[in-house]
């Protein structure tokens, strides 16, 4: 069945440094994808909306320039965390829209950062 | 300002018996909402999902119920299974925000044999 994936599951970083996540529709087609973003113990953030071909809508308090977004296909979105320090140290989800069924979302695995 | 809230941070339940789950939101535009269940360093997995036309949603042992003059919400497990020991989110919906969510605070449930 469709399934969202996301690569690395991992990331170790040393601080300033810049960090790329890849979201990929598998199967199926996505125009639009979630960023989410989850501090230790905590919710669930939307950060960003990804578009297939232009440009991404960030959430109130995000900041675009430091979080880039690139949906460059269909089936791939990329979140770029730039010049990364260790507040960014999160678990980065990302989403697809499911058009069928109860399950309004198809949710990737999930990246874990630690920047030192 | 968080639009939805899950109380309790955590609840301890015993085999067997019923776990309820609770959650209130503030955004009457609201019109979905649904459970998630989510381990640490993995996504969420859909539950259950409830519309605001109904009241009640029932799915094996998951039972949602949605009282909307009140907006709240809550999941019912019976009976729970020390399996269920997890952190289990509600998240909503607006039909203007295409199937963006906005996920409650979490509640991390244990049930002991």
């Known amino acids: 069945g469709a399934v969202v994936s996301q690569h690395p599951s991992r990331v170790i970083c040393k601080s300033g440094t810049s960090v790329k996540i890849e979201c990929r529709s598998l199967d199926f087609q996505a125009t639009t994808m979630f960023w989410y973003r989850q501090f230790p113990k905590q919710s669930l953030m939307l950060m960003a909306t990804?578009?297939?071909?232009?440009?991404?809508?960030?959430e109130q308090g995000v900041e675009k320039d430091k979080f880039l977004i690139n949906h460059a296909s269909l089936t791939l979105s990329t979140l770029t965390v730039t010049s990364a320090h260790p507040e960014d140290s999160s678990f980065y989800i990302c989403?697809?829209?499911?058009?069928?069924?109860?399950?309004?979302?198809?949710f990737g695995p999930g990246t874990r950062l630690l920047v030192l | 300002d968080q639009q939805v809230k899950q109380n309790s941070p955590s609840l301890s339940v015993q085999e067997g018996r019923i776990s309820i789950l609770n959650c209130d939101y503030t955004?009457?535009?609201?019109?979905?909402f649904l459970w998630y269940k989510k381990y640490p360093a993995e996504g969420p997995t859909f539950l259950i999902s409830?519309?605001?036309?109904?009241d009640k949603n029932e799915d094996g042992r998951f039972t949602v119920f949605l009282n909307k003059s009140a907006k709240h919400l809550s999941l019912h497990i019976v009976p729970s299974q020390p399996g269920d020991s997890a952190v289990y989110f509600c998240?909503?919906?607006?039909?203007?925000?295409?199937?963006?969510?906005?996920f409650g605070t979490g509640t991390r449930l244990l049930v002991s044999p």
């Open positions: 409830i519309s605001s036309i109904k």
């Open positions: 989403s697809a829209p499911r058009l069928t069924g109860p399950e309004t979302q198809y």
């Open positions: 990804s578009n297939e071909g232009s440009k991404a809508t960030y």
């Open positions: 998240a909503a919906s607006a039909h203007e925000g295409f199937q963006k969510l906005v």
């Open positions: 955004n009457s535009m609201f019109d979905y």
